[in-house]
């Protein structure tokens, strides 16, 4: 037996050396990255100089995008880059076709297997994705070299900030958005007018024109205990979203992801609990489930959380039920915009220019213009033709006639304020949001929630 | 004395019978349950009001019989048959594969005396050993290296190749006493004749076993579904029953059913070979 | 024998092989080069970090942790069981088909509708607590509370009984009546048949179970995964739920280094087995 374990072992160590040899191979693919970074860094160096270091590569070849699922978006942009370019192959690989669906999870899974083995898409679109774990994983690309040499991108044709949103601390930016939807707070139109009767204005937070949840949600208070009407209530968030929402107003207290420091096991997560559920069951501001008949009562929440155009619409309806609309912002006055719609160039990719090509061509006025892209547009003349179309939709849907211009006045206004991208980690998202859900139906007290949340986060971190 | 005891050994056993067949029991009568009814029975919320006093109820007879389940897993799920039949296209192969496969190399174990034999089937066990997690990477470089992504063959051929076969065949091939198949030789028959008449008829039991653990082993897969089949036409029917949601947990019964009722015919025909043991009368010695 | 007769079997076991080689052995190895490697994308050669993290990190200690103990109890008692039951349904002379039938009715049932079961059975407000609330107790969640690992236990051990029985089943079948027979002659009593004949015998085929067994406890992982998540109650995270977070990380390097301390492990344990089984094995050619 010894003799068999001793040439077990050598048999062992003899495939180890081939496979070393082997695994030379997989080096050169693995090295991809790193080669890729210089690159990327060299043509940085010479954006800085002179725009005209990054040359339009060959436009031949083919290039892949995954995504969890495309609107159409993708699909058109593809067909009409090789209508200009025949000799350009895109292929979108979704994972999700629009039948039954799959798990997230499962979708990870997937991607994550592509990426490790290096045979992952040149581009990733980031919907339902960590992708503040996969750009520290070193999963993307650093982009602002392309960016900052692509003379189109501009303030003149794009809302910049938006556009580089997801630059981090450093300047590199793994992501770049093709649109950028965000949330907004509104009031109810009837309420505001009541109050405002009284001499009253809408308080806004400091000089910026938007409005963290929190001071939006002491407004909605206000006007709620300055009214009369029955069935007027602060806002119909569940006491688990709004519980979320408080905490994304301030969640680097909490969790800190850069220093990866978790503060939720304390008095201040605790009492944040407490008071959701203390104000969640008081019947004056927060409305008992079903007790509501939405077709036939008359009601009233003071405060609505909205997204982009629909709320920009419903501000500007004259009959509509919102006033006052601004973009929603966390308590230091910055204003998010969705992760979901972002590219990345995967930073294994053999083909970054040919990549970065089709994304340009993903921002051209032409594709973001296209009635195919069904959010937000960051680019300006998309942006117009976006609005466009919708207002047409709206207001033949209500009726009404309401003015272009305006709308895309006002649109633009909050758009300018869009200055980061927001990319909490979804998986803690979960987290926060089941074991808070436990606490406000009772399974569990606001002590062992902080407490399971700190174990939790500190292990998804140390892991 | 003797027949209490046998009586009572019954008794328990019985016992023990209900309690294994009461989950597919409750799940195959629970999917003619009308969708109001599972909800109700399902929903545990501990409201001592609502029904049950808030506790989960399963029940065994529905209240009233219906087929609506089956009806919207059907008929409005059209890919549900078609799921079915993929999985048949990967569990199918891959037993007729691993058994072939599988049986070759256990009798080449069983015969060959070569240095280093027993640290290579050794190496066949460790290997069997490692979770899915850490060959599924490995499994998709090389399948881009042959080309095969994004088709069953991901799928088949390592299921082929899957070391339980040979192990659990040879592991059967050493219970025939060795002068059985030295004498064989030693009449003249060569080895294909002593593998395929009297070796391979022998191992049925095994044979039957393999079968029946591979099958259950690919009608069940999932993981390695998610990886290498992306069209979701081409998908196997049990990543569909792992995707239903909570909402759907009649149709999910009534899915169950159906994905299980192959298994069980299988596993039903398969049993009486499972029982065939080594008749050594059969083999002129 | 001649060389000439052997060429026939090396050619029939070289399949075998090669397909092994190919999907199985590559893919071990595979996974060792990534071991040394500090990350998946970065591919810069870290020696044995990897390894010396992992001996650090509780996480993975407590996975280990629990899941040997998990492994300890519920592989005898598998074994011990199944055993038993293959024994008396191959003692039944009526209804034996129906009964080994049922005891594989676990296996034909998907893995996500047996989660969804035993959590009606075990949770909150589930079956159990039921019941037990008619007695005037109140219950508790069984996968949270410090029952929860002998839960997953039952639920193990409901499940895969069949599965080893069907292989103990054949295997004891295969044990040629002749044996008996010639024992039956010589005046041996039952007992000693059982111990001489039934245990020799059935050493390859109580290898191929516990092997098995082990193979399957891996799978376990599937069920408590669709009921506790990501991150179970520290005593039932496994370590399958290590390397399942580490492959959603990312992090295969991490999960190639536990794959391989989990591989140690067990080479030096199968290894003792092995050679057990091989000095039982010997004998039957006798």
């Known amino acids: ?69 495309d609107e159409g978006y993708l699909s058109t942009a593809a067909k009409e880059f090789m209508v200009q370019y025949p000799e350009v192959t895109v292929t979108i690989h979704q994972f999700y076709d629009g039948s039954a669906e799959p798990s997230h999870e499962s979708y990870r899974n997937w991607l994550n297997t592509k990426i490790m083995s290096g045979k992952a898409d040149d581009i990733i679109c980031t919907t339902s994705l960590p992708v503040r774990k996969y750009s520290d994983m070193g999963v993307f690309e650093d982009l602002s ?107 680097r207290k909490f969790i800190d992801m850069d220093t990866k420091k978790i503060n939720i096991n304390t008095k201040e997560y605790i009492d944040l609990l407490n008071e959701v559920k203390e104000l969640s069951s008081n019947r004056k501001y927060f409305a008992e489930d079903g007790s509501i008949d939405f077709y036939n009562d008359e009601y009233y929440f003071a405060c609505r959380i909205d997204m982009d155009w629909q709320s920009a619409y419903y501000n500007l309806l004259p009959e509509g039920s919102d006033s006052h609309g601004v973009p929603l912002a966390d308590a230091d006055g910055n204003v998010f915009m969705s992760s979901g719609t972002c590219f990345g160039i995967n930073s294994a990719s053999p083909h970054k220019e040919l990549a970065w090509e089709f994304i340009r061509f993903l921002l051209s006025d032409e594709m973001q213009s296209s009635p195919a892209l069904y959010s937000m547009p960051v680019n300006r003349k998309g942006c117009e033709a976006y609005v466009r179309r919708n207002l047409q939709l709206y207001n033949e849907g209500n009726n009404a006639n309401v003015d272009e211009k305006e709308a895309q006045r006002l649109l633009e206004q909050w758009m300018e304020q869009i200055n980061k991208c927001d990319m909490f980690d979804p998986v803690i998202s979960d987290y926060l949001w089941e074991e808070n859900k436990n606490f406000f139906q009772g399974k569990q007290s606001a002590e062992d929630t902080a407490q399971i949340l700190q174990t939790k986060v500190e292990q998804y971190f140390n892991e | ?89 990967i569990a199918l192969p891959v037993v007729i594969g691993n058994l072939a496969v599988s049986a070759m190399a256990a009798y ?54 899957h070391p339980f076969g040979v192990f659990l065949l040879r592991q059967f091939m050493k219970m025939i ?20 008449l009297i070796i391979l008829p022998m191992v049925k039991s095994g044979l039957a076993a393999c079968a029946m653990l591979t099958w259950i082993d690919y009608w069940n897969l999932i993981d390695q579904a998610v990886i290498f089949i992306t069209k979701p036409e081409a998908q196997p029917l049990s990543l569909f029953l792992a995707n239903l949601n909570r909402e759907q947990i009649g149709v999910a019964f009534a899915g169950s059913c159906v994905y299980a009722l192959p298994v069980v015919l299988l596993l039903f025909y398969g049993q009486e070979y499972l029982e065939e043991g080594i008749s050594l009368s059969g083999v002129k010695g | 024998m001649s060389r000439r007769r052997t060429v026939i079997p090396v050619y029939m076991l070289s399949v075998s092989v090669l397909g092994f080689a190919l999907f199985y052995l590559f893919p071990f190895l595979f996974s060792l080069f990534y071991a040394l490697m500090d990350s998946p994308l970065n591919m810069q050669f870290a020696g044995l970090k990897n390894f010396v993290e992992l001996l650090n990190n509780q996480y993975f200690m407590r996975g280990l942790k629990n899941t040997a103990v998990f492994m300890l109890v519920s592989i005898p008692l598998n074994m011990i069981l199944s055993l038993a039951a293959a024994l008396m349904i191959n003692r039944l002379k009526r209804y034996r088909n129906t009964f080994s039938l049922v005891f594989l009715i676990p296996l034909v049932i998907p893995s996500a509708t047996t989660a969804f079961f035993w959590e009606n059975i075990f949770s909150r407000y589930g079956i159990l607590n039921r019941f037990l609330d008619r007695l005037g107790i109140t219950g508790f969640d069984w996968f949270q509370s410090r029952y929860g690992l002998g839960v997953i236990i039952v639920i193990f051990v409901w499940k895969n009984v069949g599965y080893n029985m069907a292989l103990f089943i054949s295997g004891l079948n295969n044990i040629s009546s002749q044996y008996y027979e010639c024992a039956a002659v010589e005046g041996a009593g039952g007992f000693w048949q059982f111990r001489k004949i039934t245990m020799t015998y059935l050493a390859p085929t109580a290898f191929l179970v516990l092997i098995m067994t082990i193979v399957n406890s891996f799978k376990v992982f599937k069920e408590i995964y669709i009921i506790t998540g990501q991150y179970p109650p520290d005593h039932l995270y496994m370590l399958q739920h290590y390397m399942n977070n580490m492959f959603l990380s990312l992090n295969y390097p991490r999960l190639a280094s536990a794959i391989y301390i989990l591989t140690v492990v067990i080479v030096l344990l199968i290894a003792c087995l092995f050679r057990a089984e091989n000095l039982v094995s010997e004998n039957l050619s006798l």
């Open chain 2, 108 to 161: 080449a174990f069983t015969v060959l005396r070569f240095k280093g034999k027993e640290v290579l089937f050794f190496i066949y066990i460790i290997v069997m050993l490692l979770p899915q997690q850490v060959t599924l990477m490995p499994n998709y470089v090389m399948a881009g290296w042959l080309h095969i992504t994004d088709s069953y063959l991901g799928i088949i051929l390592p299921g082929i190749f």
């Open chain 1, 145 to 251: 070299g392309f960016v900052s040499a692509a003379g189109e991108l501009n303030d003149e044709n794009f809302y910049m900030k938006a556009l580089e949103a997801c630059r981090d601390a450093e300047g590199r930016m793994y992501l770049v958005p093709y649109a950028c939807s965000f949330e907004t707070v509104n009031f109810d139109r009837r309420l505001v007018a009541e109050k405002m009767s009284d001499g009253w204005t809408v308080p806004m937070d400091g000089s910026r024109k938007s409005m963290s949840f929190r001071s939006a949600m002491s407004i909605a208070r206000e006007l709620v205990d300055a009214t009369a009407k029955e069935n007027a209530f602060m806002t119909m968030e569940s006491c688990d979203s709004y519980m979320n929402r408080l905490l994304k107003d301030e969640i």
């Open chain 1, 1 to 69: 037996m010894k003799n068999k374990i001793i040439s077990l072992l050598l048999v062992a160590v003899t495939l180890l050396s081939g496979c070393g040899l082997r695994g030379d191979d997989g080096a050169v693919t693995g090295s991809m990255p790193e080669k890729g970074g210089t690159d990327g860094a060299k043509m940085e160096k010479g954006a800085e100089g002179n725009d005209n270091v990054y040359t339009k590569p060959e436009m031949k070849g083919e290039i892949t995008v995954s995504a969890w699922y």
């Open chain 2, 177 to 196: 006493p060795q002068a059985y198949i030295e004498s064989a030789a030693m009449d003249g028959a060569g080895h294909l004749k002593v593998f395929t």
């Open chain 2, 1 to 89: 004395m003797k027949k209490t005891k046998s009586v009572i050994g019954k008794v328990l056993f019985s016992l023990i019978a209900v309690i294994y067949i009461s989950p597919l029991l409750i799940v195959f009568t629970n999917s003619f349950m009308n969708q109001k009814e599972i909800y109700r029975n399902y929903n545990g919320t501990g409201d001592v009001f609502a029904w049950g006093r808030g506790f989960i109820t399963m029940n065994l007879i529905p209240e009233m019989v219906t087929l609506s389940q089956y009806v919207e897993l059907l008929l409005k799920t059209p890919v549900y048959i078609n799921m079915f039949w993929n999985s048949v296209q």
